[in-house]
């Protein structure tokens, strides 16, 4: 005689081979007991999922200034974190939010932000960081006519006016340099290129891949002096920006660690950035 528990074994074992693949049930996949897919993800739109950005946005990071193209490194990211969350480009949906904005307490127009936005810890008392998707150092550049083009040393960096971003990693690197005149801060970039071409500063810091980009596509004078050490030694790093306390953050780190894992962020990485090289470390 049969137990009756090996009928039940063996039967539902012969029922899982014999459904039809496209009848089987899709995996189980829940992160701190959030279901980490589509139908049940509690995004602002049910079956949709908002990423923020800056307007402008800029190459290497996005293209053309239009993150739907999926052509970037960060849209290609978003594409693809969005794909393993199970969402198709059409469930996509942009809205700008200035870079300032988005890491601010209060309620939030995106499911979560991608805008080179580095981990910090005070970042992180008013906003949800992801799992870090990419390691950044930051940069100095100037133009090959200006006295800063002869720096070769921290100590020499500290005599020339500098500029930055205001609210970025960028701005506490220039700070962190104790330069002998206050940091001059700029709303984007693009106002402190237009302050490095008048002269109005010597050098501007960016991060490491806008610095190869901008030198080699936008300031015809451009040069690199080089990189600024890391101020704990630890990398920088970024990562994507959630509500605090958002249900989504779990999915979405997760979805990142898994991105990582198969090769996809190096691919994404390989595809866009590659071209940026290295520049030397300044002592």
């Known amino acids: ?19 039809p ?28 999922i908002t990423f923020g950005t800056d307007q402008p946005v800029y190459e290497p990071w996005f293209v053309d200034d239009d993150p739907t193209n999926g052509k970037g490194f960060e849209s290609a990211i978003a594409y693809a ?8 480009k059409t469930d996509v949906v942009w809205t ?20 080179e936005f580095s981990i910090t810890e005070e970042r992180k008392q008013a906003v949800d960081f992801s ?33 930055a971003q205001v609210g970025t990693t960028s701005f506490d690197a220039a700070e962190r340099l104790q330069p002998e005149q206050d940091v001059a ?14 002269g109005q500063i010597d050098a501007l810091v960016v991060d490491l891949p806008t610095a190869f980009y901008i030198t080699s ?3 015809e004078e451009g040069l690199i002096i080089g990189q600024i ?28 660690e898994n991105l990582r894992a198969d090769g996809s962020l190096a691919r994404i990485e390989q595809e866009w950035l590659s071209s940026a090289g290295s520049a030397p470390e300044l002592k």
């Open 229 to 256: 050490p890391a101020g704990d030694g630890k990398p920088e790093q970024f990562g994507i920006v959630l509500d605090k306390g958002s249900p989504l953050t779990p999915c979405v780190s997760t979805a990142v």
């Open 131 to 163: 799992a870090p998707y990419y390691d950044v150092d930051q940069a100095v550049i100037t133009l090959n006519t200006s006295k800063a083009a002869s720096v070769k040393t921290l100590a020499e960096l500290k005599k020339v006016k500098i500029g």
């Open 21 to 48: 693949a496209d009848e089987a049930p899709p995996p189980t996949n829940q992160v701190d007991g959030v279901a980490c897919t589509k139908d049940k993800l509690p995004t602002l739109t049910p079956g949709k």
């Open 96 to 115: 700008r939010v200035p870079f300032n904005a988005a890491i601010q307490p209060g309620k939030k127009t995106y499911d979560m932000d991608l805008n």
């Open 1 to 19: 005689m049969r137990a009756p528990g090996l009928i039940l074994t063996v039967t539902a074992l012969l029922a899982v081979a014999c459904a």
């Open 217 to 219: 596509a936008e300031l």
């Open 185 to 198: 801060v700029y709303n984007t970039n693009d106002d402190g290129k237009a302050a490095l071409r008048a």
């Open 81 to 88: 974190l969005a794909e393993e969350l199970g969402y198709a």
